[in-house]
């Protein structure tokens, strides 16, 4: 545990700018991403597929913890990105719940692992653990108990699906090619990388 809070206290200035600006963006593009869901939400609702793109909306808190990889950076990168997209979107400030439950389903994750493994499975479950709870707030709040159980699995596990692509593999992709033309060079991927 002491180690895990020194890993914590480590986290830098450039660190937290880092997460800050980048999380900004991937508020910026959440909304963007809004319009997509929009669009194809009425005909993949029908079928309980409508989660199948809602993925995207986990990357920043797997993208920027596996840069980093220090505690804390997933839960504030969530929050941040969900602070923006609130601001922006039709969904308001209870886009920062969605933030939080998200940025708390990577933590958990990462925390198992000690923040010591970013291999493109633990960013699967990662993405996963996100998605989950997320799901588990969307059931309450929309009050899903009146859907079928077929009609809600359908829901959750192609958001699963969803997230693991969106998220997890999405964001080990671009962090690959971001270390590869050395743009992430002071950061720990780059270091634990070579």
Known sequence: M???FDLFKSITIFEIVLTTVVSVALGVS????TFVYEILKPFLKVSGLNYSIAGFWI???IF?????????IALLSSIIAAFVESLLTHWGIISILWGVVQGIGAEVVFSFFMYRKWNLVVLMLASAASASLSYFLDYFIYDYSNLSSKFITIQFVSYLFSAI??????SRIVSRRLVKIGLLDQFLIAKTSK
Not at 64 to 72: A, F
Not at 165 to 170: E, H, S
């Open 30 to 33: 959440f909304w963007g991403w």
């Open 59 to 61: 990357f920043s808190c």
């Open 165 to 170: 692509l969106l998220a997890g593999i999405l």
């Open 2 to 4: 002491n180690k895990l």
């Open 64 to 72: 920027l913890p596996q840069i980093i990889r220090k505690p804390g």
